[in-house]
């Protein structure tokens, strides 16, 4: 079981990096207009608003992320490893 959790870190790395990417890049892309007319006067509330935003977004990825592999991982190891070695045996 060790195995399928590292195995699930090494995919939740990739998948933190790839998250993290899209959304500043979505996040720039959608709030463009106010980035034109106001940036000079907001720029620090703007960052702030958007780090927060990405903290939370990022959080309920990861525990949705971590749930999924979990149960997937126990469901492997208790239920269809235990089914294949007793239907060889």
Do not use: H, Q
Request: hydrophobic share 55%; proline share 0%.
């Amino acid at each position: 079981m060790k195995a399928g959790f590292k195995k699930a870190g090494n995919v939740f790395k990739y998948l933190s990096i790839l998250f993290a990417i899209i959304y500043w890049i979505y996040i720039i892309i959608d709030d463009w207009g106010f980035i034109e007319k106001y940036w000079t006067e907001n720029w620090a509330e703007y960052i702030g608003g958007w780090f927060v935003w990405f903290l939370i977004y990022f959080l309920g990825f990861t525990l949705y992320y971590w749930a999924i592999a979990t149960i997937i991982i126990l469901m492997y190891y208790k239920l269809i490893l235990r089914l294949k070695k007793t239907g060889s045996s």
